[in-house]
């Protein structure tokens, strides 16, 4: 009942006021309202059952859902653990404080397969130091995902050392369309190998690899052996998509939303029949339905992240993602997530 009730009325706040207002104010309402609401009121949302666990690089997810890379406010990650993700990604931290790109940096787009966005945000964060005092402020009963961007291999060594004695696991995003980085390492397996070794050396705790569907499928295909062989523990497929948008202020930017879930559903597919059952795998871009993550889940993920959806479905997305999973798996018969897949080699 109150799951129906919420839902309701995140929908008519959606659609008849955020939606309606600039992409900034909208951002800037929602999430100041987010951070008002109570974490117990939250927690009554949640839809908590053993069944739901999994396993990613070692570290035991209560859920497969996860909020993806994009905030780095504490009491915005600490009320998305209430709701019910399995874990949660800060955005991704640089050496230095970055003010990002210029509004307009942020616009909502509709394609065939639905309502997206596209963003240049620029990586605006607060850079390491003043992320790392943060931290410990941050009482976590849901795993942590600490995501760093750097300019160089040492910049990503110095983030990881820094930041991972605070983290469940790494994410080592080279796949932002923000970072200029990310297009040079992508045609180099080898640099790719070497930074990763580099982190794999900096700590002991898991390594997520983020990939992008940006790169060439002959790139990836090579990335992902030089992945495994430096230690990474899961890879994250999916992020944005590199756009053309004259609205935003760099001209172009990465789009999120459904348009990207048929190339995600794809490659996790063909991830899986590659990295076998060793490796975990993390499906993440345009799952914006309970369909779309059990569909991504039965191809072989280990793991769904989500963004779009969480604003235009709002609080009650992870709980509806756990009450289609579990119906999935009492109509099947099965007693746990990983049955679900059909794509594992």
Request: one cysteine or more.
């Amino acid at each position: 009942m109150l799951l129906a009730l919420v839902e309701r009325l995140y929908g008519l706040a959606y659609r008849g006021a955020l939606a309606r207002l600039s992409e900034a104010t909208a951002v800037r309402l929602g999430q100041a309202l987010f951070r008002a609401v109570p974490v117990g009121l939250l927690r009554r949302l949640a839809v908590d059952d053993h069944r739901l666990g999994v396993e990613l690089g070692g570290v035991r997810l209560p859920g497969p859902l996860i909020l993806s890379s994009m905030y780095y406010d504490l009491r915005i990650l600490r009320r998305a653990m209430a709701l019910g993700f399995g874990a949660v990604t800060t955005k991704s931290i640089t050496v230095a404080p970055r003010a990002g790109h210029p509004e307009p940096n942020l616009v909502r787009i509709r394609t065939r397969e639905g309502l997206g966005f596209v963003n240049c945000n620029g990586f605006r964060n607060p850079g390491l130091d003043r992320f790392r005092a943060a931290l410990p402020r941050l009482a976590h009963d849901r795993p942590l995902i600490v995501s760093v961007a750097g300019e160089s291999p040492d910049e990503y060594r110095r983030l990881v050392e820094a930041l991972a004695p605070y983290a469940d696991m790494i994410e080592v995003n080279i796949s932002s369309p923000n970072t200029r980085l990310v297009y040079e390492l992508s045609a180099s397996p080898a640099r790719v190998g070497a930074l990763l070794r580099g982190v794999r050396g900096a700590t002991a705790r898991p390594i997520i690899v983020k990939l992008s569907p940006d790169y060439p499928d002959e790139n990836r295909r090579a990335l992902v052996p030089a992945a495994i062989e430096a230690g990474v523990d899961a890879i994250n497929f999916g992020n944005t998509r590199r756009v053309d948008e004259p609205r935003l202020s760099q001209g172009a930017g990465g789009l999120s939303g459904p348009a990207l879930f048929p190339t995600v559903l794809e490659t996790v597919r063909e991830l899986r029949r590659v990295v076998g059952s060793t490796v975990g795998l993390i499906a993440t871009g345009g799952i914006d339905t309970p369909a779309k993550a059990l569909a991504a889940l039965e191809a072989g993920a280990d793991a769904v992240g989500c963004f779009t959806a969480f604003i235009t479905r709002g609080p009650t997305f992870p709980p509806r993602v756990a009450v289609t999973l579990l119906a999935a798996l009492e109509q099947r018969g099965l007693g746990r997530l990983a049955e679900l897949r059909t794509g594992a080699a």
